[in-house]
Structures are given as structure tokens and as C-alpha cells.
């Protein structure tokens, strides 16, 4: 079966496809609030998605990291203004240290392709 590789960098790739299954690099966003960094993170899930030839309908399981817990509900309001209600994928939320300081969320996204 091939892989394909998408954004392509010395330290990892944005996507890689192998079979009919797409596996996104974690995705954080810019932005002061955890609205903002959401609201970026999930675009960039939406065009890596395009790229590979999915779509947020398609998605089969989303890991999600919170720098701190507390923004746990702030995070579900932009999530749920963004995911397909009709195709809700399995989720897990976990507290985490990020990569950098100025991070809030992290999105981890696993979806099918066509």
C-alpha cells in the first residue's frame, strides 16, 4: 500500500495517507483566547483534510489537548460550532504541556479518505 506525505518538513509532515486513512501532525493555532487558537487549528485540520482529500464528515477520532483543564468548556463551544453534528467523531480531552507556552489546545486528527 503507499504512503503519501503532505507539507512535507525536515521534522514531520503535516498529513500522511496510507490506505484510505489520513493522519494529521497535531495542530495548534494563533491567537490570544482559546476561541481564536481553536477557531485557527480547526482551519488548518480543514485544509490538510482538503489536501488529502477528506473532510471534517469523514473524521474517525480526534485527540484533543488543553494546556489547562479549565478551558475545557471554551474549547467545547468552538468545537461544536465547528464538527459535523451528523458525523461526530470518537474524542478524548486530556490536560498536556504543550510545545511552547503560547499554546492552549492541540488538535490530533484521524480521518478516512475516499
Not at 24 to 41: I, K, R
Not at 61 to 89: C, G, H, R
Amino acid at each position: 500500500m503507499s504512503i503519501k506525505r503532505i507539507d512535507v518538513g525536515a521534522r514531520m509532515s503535516g498529513a500522511v495517507i496510507h490506505g484510505n486513512t489520513v493522519y494529521l501532525a497535531g495542530q495548534v493555532g494563533e491567537g490570544e483566547s482559546v476561541t481564536d487558537q481553536c477557531n485557527s487549528a480547526l482551519a488548518e485540520v480543514d485544509r490538510l483534510l482538503a489536501a488529502a482529500g477528506s473532510s471534517k464528515s469523514k473524521i474517525l477520532q480526534t485527540l484533543i489537548y488543553l494546556s489547562d483543564i479549565s478551558y475545557f468548556a471554551e474549547m467545547n463551544a468552538a468545537w461544536e460550532a465547528w464538527v459535523d453534528p451528523k458525523n461526530t467523531p470518537a474524542r478524548a480531552t486530556s490536560e498536556a504541556k504543550l510545545a511552547a507556552p503560547k499554546y492552549k489546545v492541540e488538535f490530533i486528527v484521524i480521518a478516512a479518505v475516499d
